[in-house]
């Protein structure tokens, strides 16, 4: 579902990104780790189209991100480090029209199937964002990506600030769209939370994808240390 | 504390693009604006010179003549351009600058340059008054909108707060860093008025102390709206409602509270229109001794007065020239009739001028305004003043030409003529305009409104800013 | 995309009380600029009215007058007022020029607080010299007028760059443009739904309160509609260009305030800057002949021509003799000579006064070829000829009125050279004085004021193609 060939960004000579070749398929869960500046918002921004590539491609579901920029949005979600959705509009009214010009019509009763399967409590349906909590809205993120019935759901740092809870509840609630074929790019610090949700992970370093790992395969103590390990790297280099 | 604030608050500014960018703007519009104005100012002093020197070249050629006739000939009191108006032009525009002086009547000042020019005239011109003004507070609030609001957003704030920061300190650091531009394009431009003004001949009553006047009544206006603008912008949480409330204010001020003080003061104590202020005068002049209407009633009894004050029993017998005696008592009647018109037309004024001052509790624009033009000598109170003089100039000539006619001729005689260099001898109009002393007590409720202003916002923004 | 943003667009700017705000501010603005409007044009008619009433008392005493020395009575009056004498009639008779105020004169005083709206011209005096000067506090003038023309001009811009300069930039800094850019649709097509559908609303808001304003203060808006579609149109093709500008702006990137500033640059350089500098730069290059030197021109004539009265009245029946035709008394008094004189001082001084005129028209023509730099001075100018109180219209007034002189003098010429007395039969032929409007009002300025306006959008949408999309989602 998502494909990277060679996928390289520079800004003015310097690299942010150089020829990531990744590929997640359809109920995988992909961690992307890295320290900040490691390249997984700009990995992210190439699968949005958001920037050019410098070099390289990327797809979603066969489709050159690059040459059809409108056409892959009609398959992905995205939810942003920080999810704003439109404060005096309440979650059904945002749902309804995120997923309206996103050219989906959906009707009432549906759009609260969808709040509901997203984990939101009914009664928060009518009212504004601006009462939400981060996890709040990250829910009506979730129920705007499966009314958008989206195949690639792209994640930038989505537990960043969350409380425990939220957070587990976030991570069962990426297994459920998971279930559901979606393939999922998360960019994250989280070690423990991509453990928890992976099946593939990526530890990422100056623009490149310096290890992949199998989330099975591994311990969350031998992650830590993985991932450490590819952090010194560049000490040790120096 | 200060100093550090306010090095830091320059630094940022010097480091936007907006700001340099608007700083030569604002350079660029004050140095045309002085040129233009320069230019014009030169060009109508030579007409002015020119004219005045013409028109008493033909009051005294006009060869041998009938005082009377002379008087119904006239003569013209022009109206000089003072050296301050290079940095106010004032009601200039719209105020004639020509007295058509004449025997029986009071004219008005003719030939505005307003009536002169097309519709487009109506927006204002590109004149230093403009921009001091106008265009100077808008620069004003673009500097420091978000002096107080950026902090908030880019989170400093609470950073600053850590640091045990004085409030007030801090508060004036930015304040200074506001200031000083302000204060400096200010400076430059008054600099540069007052040399071109020095270097400019016949500069007559230029003084550097009205000109230093007037920059301290634009200095007090730009600390007004300073403080104006830090406070909304202490107030208020975001930068985009900070600028939109600050221009709001600019706007309620400087556009829309002249405009209706315009409008109410005109609806409220309304003048009458020409044609309406001609016919009472008419009115007024009838029910008194007309000069060349012997057969009046008020006539008959001046007749039987001045016979009887002299003891004699036909006007013959007086030892003047009664028909010239006439006609002086009928121009006392119509000077007369004349002042008690155009004080009623003052009162008027007044009392609109009661409701500039009411409005300008919303707008420090209009006592800067007021008071810039009183002190530019380019205000309506100038004009009156000229205006008045040129009418005891118009009485006096009356006077001295009745005076002739009486002394010389007998009753029934309008066949005299005067000598042909008895002209000469009319004194020569002179126009002084009021001192700078006299200026600031007439305008001493205007200075006050301003000195409330800057108390005002000084006070709230100290309170305000205690509690960030 | 556009029935969902329709939707809740509306949503939107109802619960940010934008809509409620603005309905506010339009009804009061609307609201108090018309009743300033109606005010003045109410004395404006007032005036004219009193006028018309006065001459009216006037004529009815002349009558009586006439009858009583026509009878041989003794009349209690100056001798040289008694009416039989035409010059008294021609001098202590006039009759009133009005300029009536037309249906809009309202909507702008344009250069109504400037002018008289009515003169009497008498048979003696100088055309050229009639004051069209109205008595109005030169302060007044200064200020201006809170005319809805004032409404439009100034300040509907600036409301229209409050409700539309962060359109894009407020969902860039609240952060909601990374997620609305992840949906399939193009960003400047959504900007352009946004903005269009604010023009759509404040249009109908402007079309809305300007009719209630005017249900309530009295007026038919129905009952002129030709002028008020005309009114409509052009408050529309303005705005639209205002929202062209704020649509180019919120395509540029830059963040709420940045934005902010550059559209209240340009509306202080459209609206401030651009019409002074072309007035200043019309005076410049066309600066009028000065008036005190024409003063002095026209005493030298004057001083000059009253030596050689006798001369120039025997030239002047010797030129016209038609006038004394029936002429058998040969009594020659001070009208003979002074009507003959003025009528050489006219002859003589017109050269000057076209100048004036020549000058004036040139400086309008200059000014009409560069109107076109500023919306607003096509608004302006729009406007006062709707209200017919543009200086075309005071002109054209002008002329009516010395044409009007013009005739009353000529109606008296056979009278006084005659030797002829005025009569009560003689009073129904007095010439009267109808001004004729002309229309000056094009509306050739709204389909222009539109093109401009879809012109720059259109640059906009070529322009946005070429900017970095990256830069304005990526950077926060």
Redesign the interface.
């Known amino acids: 579902m998502i494909i990277t060939n060679n996928l390289s960004k520079n800004y003015g000579g310097q690299t942010a990104l150089d020829s990531l070749n990744l590929s997640v398929k359809t109920g995988e869960i992909y961690c992307l780790l890295g320290a900040n500046g490691a390249g997984k918002t700009t990995t992210i921004n190439l699968l949005l189209g958001f920037i050019e590539p410098s070099s390289g491609s990327a797809f979603i579901n066969q489709l050159n991100v690059h040459e059809n920029p409108k056409a892959t949005k009609r398959f992905l979600a995205y939810i942003p480090e920080n999810l704003m959705l439109y404060p005096s509009l309440s979650a059904l009214e945002n749902l309804d029209y995120f997923s309206g010009i996103a050219g989906k019509k959906i009707s009432a009763s549906d759009l609260e199937v969808f709040l509901n399967e997203a984990g939101l409590q009914p009664e928060a349906f009518n009212k504004r964002i601006s009462t939400f909590s981060k996890g709040m809205r990250q829910k009506v993120g979730i129920a705007i990506a499966l009314a958008k019935e989206a195949k690639v759901l792209l994640l930038d740092e989505p537990t960043s600030g969350l409380d425990p809870k939220a957070s587990n509840e976030f991570g069962l609630l990426l297994q459920k769209l998971r279930n559901k074929g979606v393939a999922t790019l998360m960019a994250t610090h989280d070690l423990f939370r991509a453990k928890e949700v992976a099946t593939h992970i990526g530890i990422m370093k100056d623009g490149n994808l310096k290890q992949q790992l199998v989330a099975s395969d591994i311990t969350l103590q031998e992650l830590e240390k993985a991932y450490l390990q590819t952090m010194e790297y560049k000490a040790l280099a120096l | 504390m200060i100093s550090k604030t306010f090095l830091k608050e320059t630094k940022e500014l010097l480091r936007e693009g907006?700001v340099r960018i608007?700083f030569v703007v604002v350079i660029l519009?004050l140095g045309v604006s002085v040129w233009?104005s320069a230019r014009q100012y030169e060009n109508v002093n030579q007409?002015?010179e020119?004219?005045k020197t013409?028109?008493r070249a033909?009051w005294d050629n006009?060869g041998e003549k009938n005082p009377h006739s002379a008087a119904h000939?006239g003569t013209?009191a022009?109206k000089p351009k003072y050296p301050l108006s290079l940095v106010d032009q004032?009601?200039d525009?719209?105020?004639?600058?020509?007295i058509f002086l004449e025997a029986h009547n009071r004219n008005?000042a003719?030939?505005?340059?307003?009536?002169?020019?097309?519709?487009?005239?109506?927006?204002?011109?590109?004149t230093p008054d403009?921009i001091l003004l106008?265009?100077i507070p808008?620069f004003i609030i673009?500097l420091g909108?978000?002096s107080f609001t950026k902090e908030r957003e880019m989170g400093t704030l609470t950073l600053l707060k850590s640091q045990g920061i004085s409030s007030w300190k801090w508060m004036l650091g930015k304040w200074a860093a506001l200031f000083l531009p302000i204060f400096c394009i200010t400076a430059l431009l008054f600099l540069i008025a007052g040399f071109l003004l020095n270097g400019l001949e016949n500069f007559g009553v230029f003084s550097w102390s009205s000109l230093f006047t007037l920059f301290l009544v634009y200095i007090a206006y730009y600390i007004v709206f300073t403080n104006l603008v830090l406070l909304i912008s202490a107030k208020t949480k975001k930068?985009?409602i900070s600028?939109?409330i600050s221009?709001c204010v600019w706007?309620i001020a400087c556009?829309?509270a002249?405009?209706?003080?315009?409008?109410i003061?005109?609806?409220k104590h309304?003048?009458?229109?020409?044609?309406?202020?001609a016919?009472n005068v008419l009115k007024d002049r009838r029910e008194g001794v007309?000069g060349?209407?012997p057969?009046?009633k008020e006539a008959k009894l001046l007749e039987v007065r001045v016979l009887q004050e002299y003891g004699v029993d036909s006007l013959h017998q007086l030892p003047f020239n009664f028909d010239a005696y006439r006609m002086q008592k009928g121009e006392e009647h119509e000077a007369e009739v004349y002042l008690k018109h155009y004080n009623h037309?003052k009162n008027q004024?007044s009392k609109?001028t009661q409701v500039?001052r009411g409005l300008a509790a919303i707008s420090p624009y209009l006592p800067t305004r007021f008071l810039s033009m009183s002190i530019a000598h380019t205000?309506?109170a100038t004009?009156w003043d000229f205006a008045d003089a040129a009418e005891d100039y118009r009485v006096a000539t009356q006077k001295f030409l009745n005076d002739n006619f009486a002394e010389n001729s007998n009753y029934g005689d309008w066949g005299y003529r005067a000598d042909a260099s008895f002209w000469k001898s009319l004194p020569i109009f002179e126009y002084d305009p009021p001192e700078l002393d006299f200026i600031l007590s007439e305008n001493f409720s205007n200075i006050l409104i301003l000195a409330f202003w800057i108390a005002s916002s000084f006070g709230l923004l100290i309170l305000f800013t205690k509690t960030i | 995309m556009f029935s969902y943003n329709f939707k809740y667009e509306l949503k939107l700017l109802l619960r940010s009380r934008w809509i409620q705000l603005l309905s506010i501010i339009l009804l009061l603005l609307f609201g108090f600029s018309t009743f300033n409007g109606l005010q003045k044009v109410e004395k404006r008619k007032k005036d004219i009215r009193a006028a018309y009433v006065e001459v009216q008392e006037n004529d009815e005493k002349m009558l009586k007058l006439l009858d009583s020395v026509e009878r041989g009575m003794e009349v209690s009056v100056p001798r040289w007022t008694i009416p039989t004498s035409p010059m008294a009639v021609g001098n202590y008779h006039p009759r009133v020029a009005a300029m009536e105020p037309q249906s809009m004169a309202f909507i702008a005083t344009g250069q109504a607080d400037l002018f008289t709206h009515y003169v009497k011209p008498k048979v003696s005096g100088n055309d050229f010299a009639m004051n069209f000067a109205e008595m109005t506090s030169p302060v007044q003038l200064l200020f201006g007028s809170f005319d809805l023309a004032f409404v439009i001009i100034y300040l509907l811009p600036l409301l229209i760059i409050a409700f539309s300069y962060d359109i894009l930039s407020a969902e860039r800094e609240s952060g909601s443009l990374r997620l609305l850019a992840a949906q399939p649709i193009k960003i400047h097509t959504w900007v352009l739904q946004k903005l269009g559908l604010r023009f759509f609303w404040l249009t109908l808001l402007v079309v809305c309160s300007l009719t209630l304003v005017f249900l309530v203060t009295g007026l038919n808006p129905l009952g002129q509609l030709g002028v008020f579609f005309g009114l409509l149109l052009l408050t529309l093709g303005y705005m639209l260009f205002w929202f062209s500008l704020a649509f180019l702006v919120n395509l540029g990137v830059g963040n709420s305030a940045r934005n902010a500033v550059m559209l209240l640059g340009l509306w202080v350089a459209f609206v401030l800057l651009a019409p002074s500098l072309l007035n200043q730069m019309g005076n410049t290059l066309y600066p009028m002949p000065s008036r005190t030197l024409m003063i002095n021109e026209m005493r030298n004539l004057k001083a000059e021509v009253t030596e050689r009265q006798d001369e120039i009245l025997d030239n002047f029946l010797r030129d016209h003799p038609e006038y004394a035709i029936n002429d058998t008394t040969q009594f020659r008094g001070f009208y003979h000579r002074y009507m003959a004189s003025q009528r050489l001082i006219k002859e003589e001084l017109s050269p000057i006064v076209d100048a004036y005129e020549a000058q004036l028209k040139e400086r309008q023509d200059w000014v009409d070829q560069f109107k076109w730099i500023s919306p607003a001075v096509i608004v302006q100018e729009s406007l006062n000829q709707m209200a017919g109180t543009s200086t075309q219209d005071y002109e054209n007034f002008r002329k009516q009125v010395v044409r009007f002189a013009v005739g009353w003098r000529e109606h008296f010429m056979p009278f006084l050279y005659n030797n002829k007395n005025f009569t009560q039969e003689d009073y129904p032929q007095l010439p009267k004085f109808q001004y004729e409007t002309k229309a000056y009002a094009s509306f050739a300025t709204v389909p222009i004021l539109f093109l401009i306006s879809v012109g720059l959008f259109t640059i906009g949408f070529l322009f946005s193609g070429k900017t970095k999309k990256g830069e304005l989602l990526t950077s926060s």
């Open positions: 907006r608007a519009l233009i007409q002015y020119i004219a013409a028109e033909i006009q000939y013209y022009f004032g009601v525009k719209y105020a004639g600058s020509s008005e003719q030939f505005s340059a307003a009536t002169d020019q097309t519709g487009l005239a109506r927006f204002g011109d590109l403009f106008f265009i808008l673009l909108y978000n930068s985009g600028l939109v221009l706007i556009l829309a002249p405009k209706a003080a315009s409008n003061a005109e609806t309304p003048y009458p229109t020409r044609q309406e202020f016919a007309d060349h209407n057969w009046s037309l004024y609109q500039y205000d309506y004009h």
